[in-house]
């Protein structure tokens, strides 16, 4: 603490900083106040959700620990957030219930503290509980969208009558409702329509999501084709030609990519039945890494200096091996890296990787019925998501041609038909032997934090193969869009 950089002065500045999103002073001006004032619980609880939000995850806990420890006002959130990074950040999921009950414990009313934990025994499969904590929450918030959304995903319905379908329609309908709790609410009901076999409601309701979701976005959100496009042509000029494989091992993860809805959290799970292989789930290491070093991307990433690869390897392995110490072979499943496959064989020459397909007129409905981040527009309308779908395969078709030997397809309607020589195939491509438990995927106690949490609890089925012929009457523009394409193709 330099002259006249008093404590009082350091708390002022801190507080400035952190209200005008300047994280990194901010945490750097909090610790230098801690340093000399440590008896500052709020101060620490600060800190930490400034270090979570910079992805200092392991500082960020000690930082809540402090807070804990020293009296902090409110304990009840600082166990909230330790168990969030612990699920999220840290693949702990016994220590993020730990700390989630702590908070319940202390505020037994807390809701978003039931609401977390109902998604952490959502994410391990147990249904039962996830009820129990939905239900805890509509106890003490009967109008709370989230938790009766989510309740309704884990109800079995029994028809086009079904109680639940009527809740969500009243929920939608309630005066007040917000836009985004109106697309909770309105794709939980089109998922419910759509089990009870009413397919023309389920597509208007899925439609009425959508756009509540859009009217929710703030700022406003458009997909902007040109833009992709053009994104596309600048990654196939960064990455013209393929990177020579590397003499020796280079610790790479598998990589799992592809569309959304295209079977990756599938695939995840059958490599994660296997003894070698710990699931990753979706992790953000590559786009933090592009992100804070990287920028503007792709382009900086083909002008890089040539101790670019090393330097971004070593800091992915290090955060990859902070999730997951002392694991073999690691999945890193984020379907949206089928954009960076020339910087992941550029940082990995050897790198492995799983392009997870399925029928294009599926993959599009499927996401079209998926409730995406805002960051994600194509998502919002059917036939964005069908040009979505069109760059997806144009950059792949680059990809694949750099990288025929290293990229596998592996497809989801040749899995639900023939899976155990699929399954061979699959472990044969990532060098690993045949373990019978990979058949029976559905059974491996692997905590699952996707939309697929229940399908890939089940064995395979082929319920979802053909599915957009139940709404075919409705596709017809997508339909010409996909024929186009394989026209010029």
């Not at 290293?406 to 699959?426: F, G, Q, S």
């Amino acid at each position: 603490m330099t002259a006249g950089e008093t404590p009082e002065a350091l708390l002022r500045r801190a507080t400035e900083l952190q209200r005008a999103g300047r994280v990194r002073e901010a945490i750097e001006t909090y610790e230098r106040l801690l340093a000399v004032r440590p008896d500052l619980p709020d101060s620490w609880y600060n800190l930490g959700y400034l270090q979570r939000w910079a992805g200092q995850f392991e500082a960020a806990l000690a930082s809540y620990q402090q807070a804990l420890d020293r009296g902090v006002s409110q304990p009840e959130e600082a166990h909230l957030n330790r168990g969030v990074i612990f699920a999220d950040h840290r693949a702990r999921s016994d220590e993020a219930e730990t700390e989630l009950k702590a908070a319940l414990a202390l505020n037994p009313r807390y809701v978003p503290a039931w609401l977390n934990l109902g998604n952490l025994h959502e994410d391990r499969g147990d249904r039962s509980e996830a009820r129990r904590a939905y239900g805890q929450v509509l106890a003490l918030e009967p109008d709370n969208a989230l938790a009766l959304t989510r309740l309704a995903g884990l109800t079995a319905i029994e028809g086009p009558d079904d109680p639940m379908i009527e809740r969500l329609r009243q929920a939608i309908a309630r005066p007040g409702a917000s836009a985004a709790d109106r697309a909770d609410l309105g794709f939980a009901l089109g998922q419910a329509l759509d089990a009870a076999e009413a397919y023309d409601g389920a597509f208007a309701a899925y439609g009425e999501a959508n756009a509540a979701s859009r009217e929710s976005a703030n700022p406003p959100v458009r997909y902007a084709a040109a833009a992709v496009e053009s994104l596309v042509d600048r990654l196939i000029r960064a990455f013209p030609a393929p990177v020579s494989h590397a003499r020796t091992p280079t610790g790479a993860p598998i990589f799992i990519c592809g569309l959304f809805r295209s079977g990756s959290t599938l695939a995840e799970q059958i490599l994660a039945s296997h003894s070698r292989v710990t699931a990753g789930g979706e992790m953000n290491l590559l786009p933090a890494l592009i992100q804070a070093e990287l920028q503007p991307y792709p382009e900086a990433a083909a002008k890089a200096d040539p101790e670019m690869p090393d330097r971004l390897r070593r800091a992915y392995l290090e955060r990859l091996r902070a999730i997951h110490p002392g694991a073999n072979l690691v999945t890193d499943k984020r379907p949206d890296n089928f954009l960076h496959i020339g910087l992941i064989k550029t940082l990995f020459p050897d790198a492995k990787i799983i392009h997870t397909l399925r029928e294009a007129i599926d993959n599009i409905l499927s996401i079209y019925f998926l409730h995406l981040d805002h960051s994600m527009p194509y998502a919002l309308d059917l036939m964005d998501t069908a040009h979505w779908h069109g760059e997806y395969r144009r950059l792949m078709a680059h990809w694949q041609a750099l990288y025929p030997d290293d990229i596998h397809d592996l497809d989801y309607e040749a899995l639900v038909a023939e899976p155990k020589p699929t399954i061979e195939r699959l472990l044969a491509f990532c060098g690993l032997e045949w373990e019978d438990a990979c058949l029976s995927f559905h059974e491996t106690d692997t905590a699952v934090r996707t939309a697929s949490v229940w399908q890939v609890r089940q064995p395979i089925y082929r319920r979802s193969a053909g599915r957009w012929r139940n709404y075919e009457g409705h596709l017809k523009q997508v339909r010409a869009v996909l024929e186009g394409e394989q026209g010029a193709r």
